[in-house]
């Protein structure tokens, strides 16, 4: 559908890559299945396509919203959807249903979750509800911190790629790395690591956590004193005074990097499509 609507508008991948802030070989991925088109991918190219983001993800004729409240639009000559919109403001949380074991809890009430541990244990609330069974934690760390992203769009033989400090753009963090400074993400380039991570895949790092041996891991290596950084997307095997070594699964095989060439080891946490 993207390839569809880019030609309708005239655009190359290049330029509608331009558009959207990103780079041709990302267009060309999204274009052929390769990637996952995902809601924040919608959002960037839908404006540029002359469509709703709805409708890039879910087809033309969908009547789906977004959470942000975002509508898909009718497509031109069809029928406006007779199915009513949701509420501006749905409340998130369970309903408060009676049971012959619990009597009347109520778990969750708008966005805020209700909680007694601050009670003594026999008291009740002043609502008359039961107390809470559970206490809550801490709330959920921020869902719109975002991380850069480094990589190339083609690797080397091993798949690795020049890490310069050049970001190729930004995206959101997954929980477990939105309070990390340092934390960071990686395209991955060729095929050396499937079938683990494959080619253009994106892997989130992070700096700060120990590795340990059969962990996945971000390497930098500099052969050269003025040369460039290169990176590895590889599993961690042993890292000593004299070696570092890693290891690839396609095909097979350990690679050696003399310590003092070694620049950083860091920990992948997570993988995936964006």
Same mark, same amino acid.
């Given at each position: ?7 309708a ?10 558009l ?30 002359g ?24 497509a031109p ?31 969750a ?21 039961? +107390? ?11 869902p @719109? &911190?975002?991380?850069? =992203?480094y990589g190339? !769009? *083609? ?8 890490m ?38 994106i892997?989130?790092v992070?700096?700060?956590k ?9 390497a ?15 599993r ?14 396609? +095909? ?11 620049? @950083? &080891?860091?920990l992948? =946490?997570?993988?995936? !499509? *964006?």
């Amino acid at each position: 559908m993207i390839r569809t609507l880019r030609e309708a508008r005239g655009l190359t991948q290049a330029q509608l890559a331009e558009l959207a802030a990103t780079s041709q070989p990302q267009i060309r991925r999204l274009e052929a299945g390769e990637r996952q088109l995902s809601k924040e991918w919608a959002q960037r190219l839908a404006p540029h396509l002359g469509v709703a983001a709805a409708q890039l993800m879910f087809g033309e004729d969908s009547d789906l919203r977004f959470p942000s409240g975002e509508a898909a639009l009718p497509a031109p000559g069809s029928r406006q959807s007779t199915h009513p919109a949701p509420p501006a403001e749905t409340p998130v949380g369970y309903s408060e249903k009676k049971s012959a074991s619990t009597g009347g809890i109520r778990v969750a009430s708008g966005m805020h979750m209700q909680s007694n541990g601050d009670r003594s244990q026999g008291e009740r609330p002043a609502t008359g509800l039961s +107390p809470a069974n559970a206490r809550l934690g801490d709330t959920l760390p921020d869902p @719109s &911190v975002k991380i850069p =992203v480094y990589g190339q !769009a *083609v690797g080397g033989i091993d798949g690795e790629f020049v890490m310069n400090g050049d970001r190729l753009e930004d995206v959101f963090a997954p929980p477990s790395l939105s309070s990390v400074a340092e934390a960071y993400a990686v395209y991955v380039a060729g095929e050396s690591m499937e079938p683990r991570y494959f080619d253009g895949e994106i892997v989130f790092v992070n700096p700060m956590k120990r590795v340990r041996r059969g962990d996945f891991v971000v390497a930098q290596i500099q052969a050269e004193e003025h040369g460039p950084k290169l990176a590895y997307v590889k599993r961690f095997v042993r890292w000593n005074a004299q070696v570092l070594v890693l290891s690839q699964y396609n +095909p097979e095989k350990e690679l050696h990097f003399a310590a003092s060439q070694v620049v @950083s &080891v860091h920990l992948v =946490v997570m993988g995936g !499509a *964006v």
